[in-house]
């Protein structure tokens, strides 16, 4: 049985970069603290964006390495001094566009007062040399030391989605049914799940830039595509319960019609919870139950249950795709040895 390690792989690059940030800086002879403090907060998801935005760090800790030395030579180390070093920093960085790294500028030029003496142009570039340190050793060791797996992550992640899809979306109906229950709690449920697919695909780009800089074998981009078109179509599926969500039913129902929308949801349910989303054709059966609702229905306010069974069809056709990839991308999986086993893999471990 392998164990689940607490201790994560950018918890362990981010160590690793602030101990050969401040073997560096000791052989040096330049100051560690603001120089760690870089690494620290550069070490990002993925190495593009470790670039990209040491592009801006940089500077940014310049600027904040300018008003270290300018507010120190004029008021010395005092309260003062940090509050005008944050506040110009934090404007100044914000006027030039670069948000992403006013906390890091921030950080470090608040760090440098300490132990400013005889300040001069020479002691400004070391300290900002420092920063360069720290920023260029995190990229590296975000690169060269234990690449992010994102494909273990991102299924994971969609499974998740769906169980909490399948979950929601019968607590979601059951409010509805209740003529008496206000819409405010199944928009929120909508609001939580569509944050997780939002995770979801970012965790998919965050693979993507990984791939600009490594190469990748042809079975694994397959294989994320194919997690796309998951996430894609769950995505889709969340857009028509966000409309189920915002419906209102002015008139109670029928025991019978409740009992048949009820039966099509738990249905539903257990196909997004079902890893391999099969569908059993006894749905098909509960779908087309519903058909009479939308003609026979004298109950319920105009067009509302037309809307409601237009809804749940809508969702079908979306879960019929869902297996139908599955299905299809299950069986390349049997056929291609090299194919990534943790796509299918029912219980896998991020090592």
């Known amino acids: 049985m392998r164990i689940k390690w607490p201790i994560g792989r950018r918890i362990i690059k981010t160590g690793v970069a602030v101990f050969i940030t401040a073997i560096l800086c000791h052989t040096m002879n330049l100051s560690a603290s603001f120089a760690i403090?870089?690494?620290?907060?550069?070490?990002e998801p993925t190495v593009h964006a470790s670039i990209?935005?040491?592009?801006?760090?940089?500077p940014a800790a310049a600027i904040g390495?300018?008003?270290?030395?300018?507010?120190?030579?004029?008021?010395?180390?005092?309260?003062?001094?940090?509050?005008?070093?944050a506040i110009f920093?934090?404007?100044?960085?914000?006027?030039?566009?670069?948000?992403?790294?006013?906390?890091?500028?921030?950080l470090t030029a608040t760090a440098m007062v300490p132990g400013m003496v005889d300040v001069s142009i020479l002691d400004v570039l070391w300290r900002v040399t420092g920063s360069f340190i720290g920023i260029t050793v995190s990229t590296f060791i975000n690169f060269l030391i234990l690449p992010p797996k994102f494909g273990p992550l991102l299924v994971q992640r969609i499974?998740?989605?769906?169980?909490?899809?399948?979950?929601?979306?019968?607590s979601m109906m059951l409010n509805l049914l209740d003529s008496d229950q206000e819409p405010r709690e199944r928009i929120d449920t909508y609001k939580k799940i569509s944050e997780k697919i939002h995770d979801g695909y970012q965790l998919s780009s965050f693979q993507n830039d990984e791939w600009r800089y490594r190469t990748s074998s042809e079975h694994e981009r397959r294989s994320f595509d194919y997690l796309h078109k998951k996430l894609d179509h769950l995505n889709h599926l969340v857009i028509h319960l966000g409309k189920i969500a915002h419906?209102?039913?002015?008139?109670?129902?029928?025991?019978q019609e409740k009992t048949y929308i009820?039966?099509?949801?738990?249905?539903?349910a257990d196909i997004l919870k079902d890893p391999f989303h099969q569908i059993d054709t006894s749905v098909i059966v509960k779908v087309n139950q519903l058909s009479p609702l939308a003609?026979?229905?004298?109950?319920?306010?105009?067009?509302?249950?037309?809307?409601?069974?237009?809804?749940?069809?809508?969702?079908?056709?979306?879960?019929?795709?869902?297996?139908?990839?599955?299905?299809?991308?299950?069986?390349?999986?049997?056929?291609?040895?090299?194919?990534?086993?943790?796509?299918?893999?029912k219980n896998w471990q991020y090592d």
């Open 37 to 43: 403090i870089t690494a620290i907060v550069t070490i």
């Open 262 to 268: 009820m039966d099509t949801i738990q249905a539903f």
């Open 52 to 58: 990209k935005k040491g592009l801006i760090r940089l």
């Open 247 to 255: 419906l209102r039913l002015n008139q109670p129902i029928s025991v």
């Open 159 to 170: 499974d998740e989605i769906s169980d909490h899809i399948g979950t929601s979306i019968q």
């Open 295 to 345: 003609a026979n229905n004298q109950n319920m306010s105009p067009k509302t249950i037309e809307i409601l069974y237009y809804e749940l069809q809508s969702i079908y056709v979306l879960l019929q795709e869902l297996a139908q990839i599955t299905k299809d991308e299950r069986q390349y999986s049997f056929e291609e040895e090299q194919y990534p086993a943790y796509i299918f893999q």
């Open 89 to 106: 920093t934090l404007t100044t960085c914000a006027s030039l566009k670069l948000d992403p790294s006013t906390l890091v500028a921030t």
């Open 65 to 85: 390495a300018c008003f270290a030395v300018l507010c120190d030579i004029l008021f010395g180390e005092t309260a003062l001094t940090y509050a005008l070093i």
